[in-house]
């Protein structure tokens, strides 16, 4: 569950600001973009591993990316996401929060508002289009930058670091990606590196 701050990554994310470093169109947000209903959060929590993503400047030559979700309280979750730079051998780390955006609604809707280092929480940008909470997660996000211009962000998150064979998983996950998501700007994740590390 896409979320600014040079040189960390966040994803889910995740999302501290996109309007410099996200995939940018000539349109507005779009609409027709659903989520997960009756989101389970508890099922939700735990450890992701990203495998595809909209590239960002500061997240440039990163991958074996990880996130982190824990349960503070009822209506907030903790969020540590993490890489690693098989280029330089470096690795970042991002610490933030998420709560849901429109908690007051009767149907839990998988969207939260997510921030990073005490910012406000305050922009719906982590939006969870289907996820079956074991294996996959397709998380997009987008802010309106005008009247007629946005961006985008998008993250591909799995259970583990190679996709599972599971067909139905791989059924649901690339059906979301192929109708929602622009594959002509998916970034692809390094997770099998031996040097990825463990965060």
Not at 91 to 119: C, M, R, Y
Not at 149 to 165: A, C, I, K, P, V
Not at 166 to 193: C, G, M, P, S, W
Request: with cysteine.
């Amino acid at each position: 569950m896409m979320i600014k701050f040079p040189l960390l990554f966040t994803v889910l994310v995740l999302l501290g600001t996109v309007t410099v470093n996200a995939v940018l169109y000539d349109r507005p947000c779009r609409t027709d973009v659903p989520v997960v209903q009756n989101f389970a959060l508890t099922r939700y929590l735990g450890k992701w591993y990203e495998l595809q993503r909209f590239e960002k400047d500061f997240q440039t030559n990163y991958d074996c990316v990880q996130a982190e979700y824990g349960l503070l309280d009822p209506t907030t979750v903790s969020v540590r996401n993490s890489a690693y730079s098989l280029v330089n051998e470096t690795s970042i780390e991002a610490i933030g929060t998420a709560k849901f955006s429109f908690p007051e609604q009767d149907i839990v809707q998988a969207k939260l508002n997510v921030s990073f280092f005490g910012a406000p929480n305050d922009r719906s940008n982590y939006w969870v289009i289907d996820t079956d909470y074991e294996h996959f997660s397709i998380v997009w996000a987008c802010e309106q930058l005008g009247e007629d211009r946005s961006s985008e962000g998008y993250w591909f998150l799995s259970r583990t670091r190679r996709f599972t064979d599971d067909v139905e998983a791989n059924t649901r996950a690339f059906h979301a990606i192929r109708q929602y998501i622009d594959r002509t700007e998916i970034r692809f994740t390094n997770q099998l590196d031996e040097r990825c590390p463990d965060f």
